[in-house]
Structures are given as C-alpha cells and as structure tokens.
C-alpha cells in the first residue's frame, strides 16, 4: 500500500485519517475480510440460481434475516455430491471474500450439504417425480428375474458384512457362480462408482473371460439417510434403469427406500433377502423334482392300462381273424363268379340282337350292319375286360388290406410283442383278477409255447392244467370260438 498523501486544505479539518484510493481501500476490505473469514459454514435458502455458460454457480443464500451472495466455481460445482436448486435449504463451507468492481462481499463455496433430514426427504421427493415423469420407474419396464441364474454379479464394498451374508445365504441354498465388481457406497465418489459398476457388468459379452451375470444385485448395509444418499443419486437410478440385465436393489434395512429400489426389477428388504429372491432352494426343487417324475410315471402306467384294455376289448369284439379272412375270401369269388358270367350273358345277348338285327338287312347293307356290329361287340368286348380287370383289382386290394390289419392284431403277433394269456385247468382264459384262486393251476401261454403254474403256490411246478379237446374241422362249436 502507498503512503497517505500530506494533507491539504480538504483534510484540514481532519488532520490525522488517511486518505486511501477506491483500489486501495477495496484490497484492504478484501483482506480483512479474507483474513477474519477464511474458513465458514454457512446455513440458508437458495435463491437465484443461475448456470452460466462458464460451469460456474451463482446464488444467494438467505434467511429470515439477511442475504448473502454466493459463487461456486466450475471445478468445486463438477465435485459437489448434492447439486443445489432453488428452494432448497443449505448448509455451505466456503470462505468469505470481496467482489470490489460491484462493492459487494460473498462467500466462495467449497463444498455443499443439505440442512438436515427436512431437506434430503425434500430433494429426494423432488428428483423423484422427475425421474418417475420420464418414466424410468414403470411397471412394464421391468424384466422378471431368472428362475436359476448361473452367474450372479454383486455390487457393494467387498469387506463389509453384506458381501459375506450374501455368499452364506447363496451356499446355504444353491450354490452359483459369484462374480463381485467392488465399490465405494458410501461418500462423494460413491454415486459414480456405483453406476460404472452397473454399466460394467452389462457391457461384458457372453463367453469372455469376465462370466456375464444373468442377475446384478446392488446391496449396501443400512445407516442413516445422508450415508444411503449415493443411492439416490441420478446417475445411479438411470443406469439401474438402463440395465438390460435383471436387477435386485438390497440397499438398507426393510425400512430404508432408496430411489434405486424405485428403478430396480426387484426390491428386497435386505441383502440376505435378495440373496433368497435371487436362487430356489435346492433341496425343495429336488424334492418337487422327484414328486413330478412319480406323477409322469404314474400318468404313463395309466395310460398304458387303458390302451392295454381297449385292445384287449377290439380283440373280443373282433372274433376269430381266420373267419374274417375266409368270408372276405369267399365273397370275392362269389362276387368274380357272377362277374364272369354276367360278361358271358352280356356277349350272348349282345350276339342275339346283332344276329335279329342283321336277318332284315340287304346284302349290301347286311355287309355294313355286320361290320358295325362286329366293331361294337368288340368295343363292348375290350370295355367288359377292362371293367372286370379294375373290379378284381380293387377287390384285390381290399383284401391285402384287410388281410394286413388282422395280422396286425393276430394272435401270434400280439403274444410275438411280449403279451400272454392265462388259461385255467378248463382250458378257459383267466380275464380278471377276481377269478384267480389261490392253488389254481393255470397254463401261461407265450408266443413260443406254454408252461404250468398254480396261483399263490409255494414250492415246486404245479402240474400241467387238462387242455380242452380241439373240435374237429367243421364240427360245430354253438359260436364264433375265442380270439385266443
């Protein structure tokens, strides 16, 4: 600073105050004040933001009381943790200093923090109407979780309890893969962590080194609502959002909301909960495993009983495939027969007429009529062969049919397919449980021949059971006979 200037008539009446330049008695403001406030915090309302081009922040803190000009320059405003708005109640640490070009004083922010839980609920209630008006927390955004994920990534601080009740809770219940991205969750440099830990886990690709998780959990252990900020913050909840890979927010106690949770697939009220949503028990899905499989194997039996039972009631309505075959037999000769002389009558007749027809004719017109009626009866001739020819076909055709599905369900062929039938000492098949006795004798035939048993026996062979006398070729048995 210069020295005072000697005084002169002006300060004559004032001989011992200095006299200063407006420069120099703003610098000497500046450092009085710089040197008395060098280090504040000041509590007060937001009023007057505004954003420049520069990055920097301008606003004025007020109260009931008085204002006070504030600026936060652009490299302190990218670090803040808590983005001032209007409206909002502050708490700044700054230093007090000068602006002499406007004769104005005002505080140089270094860091700023919400006033108390008040204003945190507030700026939270706030940002979430705006993130719930773009429509990041939509019930039909959101992806179901899968039933048994192979690789489940986890998002939190890898020496806090919570990593250690989330393995203990997967082992206890199914086993997977764990593949942990550590992180800061609580602090300033939290929030940013945090989301590049949720970016990360989706831009691994399937099959590299680094296993892609089918599920992402995000867990942090509980605390107050200024420790669980970093979870309410907005790049947080839009990368949750943006998440293509199903995501599970644990962040706190059951009572502890977190605007994650809004954004998330699946809130669970603690880590350890998360763990149990994330994977089924394993011992419960082995046993419903195992409960499902006796039901299919009942279900078949089932099945196979009643197909069993329907065949064996075609083959009693069916009677003796032999007769069948030979009726078939019999009625297509009887039908080529009748076809043959049919042909016969028809050339004759066809004859007689020509024969009537040509006796009233002039020779020369007897010569014409022949020739006519020759190339008539052989037209009618060639067409009578090829009628007779497609209508022994098509009974011919008939009959492999029909011959083909009696052998299908032929006796030799059903016991050839591991089937047998029970016979009892009369010769009369055994149909029903209820008619088998204790001691009976039974005959057991199978496709290859027959063998002796008595029914609840003990011990040796019973003896071979009387078989009933075959009747003779054309002898009358009074019906059909049986299938078997």
Not at 22 to 34: G, H, Q
Not at 94 to 100: C, F, L, M, Q
Not at 172 to 178: A, D, E, G, I, T
């Amino acid at each position: 600073m210069n020295e005072p200037a000697p005084p002169t008539e002006e300060t004559a009446l004032h001989p011992n105050l200095p006299v200063f330049s407006v420069s120099e008695i703003s610098a000497a403001i500046k450092r009085t004040m710089e040197g008395a406030y060098a280090r504040v915090r000041i509590r007060g309302e937001v009023s007057g933001l505004r954003r420049p081009g520069s990055g920097h922040l301008y606003m004025d803190l007020k109260d009931s009381g008085g204002v006070i000009a504030a600026v936060c320059w652009r490299g302190v405003a990218a670090r803040l943790a808590h983005a001032p708005e209007d409206g909002m109640e502050i708490i700044v640490t700054g230093r007090i200093t000068t602006y002499g070009p406007a004769s104005k004083y005002q505080v140089v922010i270094e860091d700023i923090e919400p006033a108390g839980e008040g204003a945190l609920l507030k700026l939270i209630e706030e940002r979430r109407k705006k993130l719930a008006a773009e429509g990041l927390f939509d019930e039909e955004s959101k992806r179901p979780l899968p039933f048994l994920p192979d690789v489940i990534g986890v998002v939190t601080s890898p020496t806090g309890a919570v990593i250690r009740d989330i393995l203990h809770r997967l082992d206890h219940r199914f086993p997977r893969h764990v593949v942990i991205w550590p992180v800061l969750v609580q602090g300033k440099a939290a929030p940013a962590q945090i989301a590049a830990a949720i970016a990360g886990f989706n831009a691994l690709a399937a099959g590299g080194p680094v296993a892609r998780p089918d599920l992402i959990i995000v867990a942090r252990g509980g605390g107050s609502i200024e420790d669980l900020m970093a979870f309410n913050e907005e790049e947080v909840v839009r990368a949750a959002a943006a998440s293509a890979i199903p995501l599970i927010s644990a962040v706190g106690h059951e009572t502890d909301v977190t605007l994650i949770d809004f954004a998330a697939d699946m809130r669970a009220p603690t880590p350890s909960a998360a763990a149990e949503m994330a994977v089924p028990v394993r011992m419960e899905l082995a046993a419903q495993v195992a409960d499902q499989g006796r039901r299919l194997d009942a279900t078949m039996m089932r099945g196979i009983e009643e197909v069993h039972a329907r065949l064996a009631q075609l083959w009693r309505i069916a009677g003796d495939p032999g007769r069948l075959v030979e009726e078939t037999a019999q009625r297509l000769d009887d039908r080529g027969e009748r076809l043959r002389g049919a042909g016969a009558a028809l050339i004759a007749d066809a004859r007689a007429r020509f024969a009537g027809a040509a006796a009233g004719l002039r020779p020369r017109a007897l010569m014409l009529s022949v020739g006519h009626g020759a190339e008539r009866v052989k037209s009618l001739a060639q067409r009578l062969a090829r009628e007779s020819g497609r209508l022994l076909a098509d009974r011919a055709a008939d009959l492999a049919r029909l011959s083909g599905l009696l052998a299908s369900t032929s006796y030799e062929n059903t016991l050839a397919r591991g089937f047998a039938v029970i016979r009892d000492e009369a010769g009369a098949m055994v149909m029903r449980a209820a008619a088998a006795r204790p001691g009976m004798g039974v005959e057991i035939g199978f496709a290859d021949g027959a063998v002796p048993a008595t029914i609840g026996a003990k011990g040796g062979p019973a003896p071979r059971p009387k078989r009933r006398a075959k009747p003779k070729d054309g002898a009358a048995d009074g019906g059909q006979g049986t299938l078997l």
